[in-house]
């Protein structure tokens, strides 16, 4: 395959995800097509938004997350916590729910558990918050029996579909409180799609946005094994151009493909910043196309304690693992040139720092610091104030 091309099928990507030449406007629609957004870190998706949209009211996104109008936050791809759109819901928890269920059953206090008596357990607390939202240490009360193994079965009830993260103080509070899915968005019907149908669905949806994608990306972000993702494979194959890039097997949609050939090249530079775990980047297990190998440790910290390259800095997402998380990215023309973080200097007052890894023309620098200084006014001025 020529480079010409493979720069073409990388320009669409950014296309796609509305990093380049899109006129979207609608945090909706965006959450909507992208499947999810990545929230371990409650500010991510509205940092991910602001990257494709640019300015934008972050109120209006917190109030949707805080009322389960269109937009609610649940454990998905990975088990880790996303954004979706109420319109996706089923087929994601069809599909992510198991793997979540299936590790929480090796829980201690929960391996024990029948599955009946599981059910039982989770019929009791969606008994007590079916009336109105409540948070752990209020259920806790009213359910004392339940203290030891509360956090694992929260979990295996929005697992299956029963119960859901509801509201929140702000927009950066884990507090969470939690109540019935059932009322918190009433249109949703978990069993109203067949688990086969809703992971031809998913993978559909994922090639649709992030491709071309390999096997192995698939498989990575669903955590499925190889074996149905190969059987879905086969199901859309009239849908899909295969194609082979570094040696390896893509999969994109025919009419995906052929737009993407017809694309010119992006000019001036495409200049954008992905904040902490955006969904973008953390969609492929292949990532060596959009950065360095050199860079790999930067950007990926294999050491709890490695955040920036010179001194420590009280930066506001400190990570949760020592491995796997991807740090906030500075992006040029589908490559990853630097990195960014958000430090706090006093209560509700940001500052965004960054640090390049290569040598970049001054002209494209002078753009970077220009993308800079509009983040940080709208972390400033929009995020931090509902924050």
Not at 10 to 22: A, C, D, E, G
Not at 54 to 71: H, M, R, T, V, W
Not at 161 to 186: D, F
Not at 349 to 366: C, G, R
Request: charge should be positive; include cysteine; glycine fraction near 4%.
């Amino acid at each position: 395959m020529s480079t010409d091309l493979i720069q073409k099928l990388r320009l669409n990507q950014l296309r796609k995800q509305s990093l380049w030449n899109s006129e979207e406007t609608s945090f909706e629609n965006l959450i909507k097509q992208h499947i999810g957004y990545h929230s371990a870190d409650y500010w991510t998706p509205y940092l991910s938004i602001f990257a494709r949209i640019g300015d934008y009211n972050p109120a209006e996104l917190f109030k949707s997350i805080n009322s389960g109008n269109k937009i609610v936050r649940i454990n998905a791809f990975r088990r880790t916590l996303h954004v979706v759109h109420s319109d996706n819901l089923a087929i994601i928890l069809r599909i992510t729910g198991p793997i979540l269920l299936n590790s929480i059953k090796k829980a201690p206090g929960i391996i024990d558990i029948s599955s009946k008596e599981l059910e039982k357990k989770l019929d009791q607390i969606c008994e007590v918050i079916k009336d109105s939202p409540k948070r752990t240490n209020e259920i806790k009360k009213l359910l004392p029996d339940f203290s030891d193994t509360f956090r694992f079965l929260l979990l295996a009830g929005m697992a299956k579909g029963k119960i859901v993260r509801a509201t929140a103080s702000h927009a950066r509070s884990n507090l969470t409180t939690y109540t019935a899915l059932e009322n918190w968005v009433p249109d949703v019907k978990i069993n109203q799609v067949s688990t086969e149908e809703a992971l031809i669905q998913l993978i559909r949806h994922y090639i649709a946005i992030y491709g071309p994608v390999s096997e192995e990306d698939i498989v990575w972000w669903l955590s499925l094994a190889k074996t149905p993702i190969r059987d879905c494979l086969k199901e859309l194959k009239d849908e899909l151009t295969r194609i082979k890039i570094a040696g390896l097997v893509h999969f994109m949609e025919k009419n995906d493909y052929t737009e993407a050939q017809n694309l010119s090249t992006a000019n001036p530079p495409i200049i954008f910043f992905l904040p902490y775990e955006d969904h973008f980047p953390k969609a492929y297990k292949n990532r060596d196309w959009f950065i360095r190998q050199e860079d790999v440790q930067k950007l990926f910290p294999r050491n709890a304690k490695i955040y920036w390259p010179d001194k420590p800095l009280n930066i506001i997402t400190k990570g949760i693992r020592a491995m796997g998380e991807i740090r906030p990215s500075i992006w040029v023309d589908g490559r990853i040139v630097g990195r960014w973080e958000i430090e706090s200097l006093q209560k509700n007052e940001y500052k965004v720092v960054m640090s390049l890894f290569q040598n970049l023309d001054s002209a494209v620098e002078n753009q970077i610091k220009q993308k800079k200084a509009e983040l940080t006014i709208f972390i400033n001025e929009k995020l931090g104030p509902i924050s």
